[in-house]
């Protein structure tokens, strides 16, 4: 029953870099937009990066540049590749996958970023 699995999450050293992946078992994949937020204690859940069927992309301003959004479709994964990681940028990142502008619309249960010295 699980539609969006994400993995590596950790703790790393500010200006370091970390690769977190979203497997999507449960959805068809390749007809989704995929995304990635991220919500920090005490805020609201924040669009990190979106990837549509066709690749394109936008970024948060605060991670543009910084962070790269990409997906396998063989694969059905999407990928947030993060350098030069900041304090800021620690927070619970969610998978979330929707197709038709929200007609369908699941999510992951969270994998933990913590940035610190």
């Known amino acids: 029953q699980v539609q969006l699995v994400e993995s590596g999450g950790g703790l790393v050293q500010p200006g370091g870099s970390l690769n977190l992946s979203c497997a999507a078992p449960g959805i068809m994949f390749s007809i989704y937009t995929m995304g990635w937020f991220r919500q920090a204690p005490g805020k609201q859940r924040e669009l990190v990066a979106r990837?549509?069927?066709?690749?394109?992309?936008n970024y948060a301003e605060s991670v543009k540049g910084r962070f790269t959004i990409s997906r396998d479709n063989a694969k059905k994964t999407v990928y947030l590749q993060m350098n030069s990681l900041k304090p800021e940028d620690t927070a619970v990142y969610y998978c979330n996958g929707r197709w038709d502008s929200g007609r369908l619309d699941y999510w992951g249960q969270g994998t933990q970023v913590t940035v610190s010295s």
């Open positions: 990837i549509s069927v066709g690749s394109s992309t």
